[in-house]
């Protein structure tokens, strides 16, 4: 996966990679739910937080996806909470006081 842009975080652009919960291994699927689809090639607003390794410990290298928007091609994502809105009226609601969302 490659980042973009981060809209909040020390995420840097750049390769990163990333956990998502269940898979498959050979006819054995796993699913968790709720639990992100995310489709190669594709653009998402990604929420990310510190995966949890075997040893229980967080691991802020690999972290997990528990949330995953797809951008649409007008710079849109859908929310269940807020219906169709842009990335930066995202970035907006999510950014911390003071940083009014800027990207």
């Known amino acids: 996966m490659s980042i973009e842009r981060s809209l909040t975080g020390a995420r840097l652009p750049g390769k990163l990679t990333i956990v998502v919960e269940g898979g498959e291994v050979d006819c054995i699927v796993h699913r968790v739910s709720p ?16 995966s ?3 040893d229980a410990k967080p691991r802020e290298d690999y972290p997990l996806a528990f949330e995953a928007f797809p951008v649409d091609k007008d710079g849109t ?3 269940a909470e807020d219906g169709v809105i842009s990335v ?3 970035a907006a609601a999510i950014a911390p006081p003071g940083q009014g969302g800027q990207l």
Do not use: K
């Not at 639990?35 to 510190?50: A, N, Q």
């Open 35 to 50: 639990s992100p689809r995310i489709d190669l090639g594709g653009t998402y607003v990604l929420f990310l937080r510190p």
């Open 52 to 54: 949890v390794g075997a």
């Open 77 to 79: 994502v859908t929310t």
């Open 88 to 90: 930066e009226e995202l």
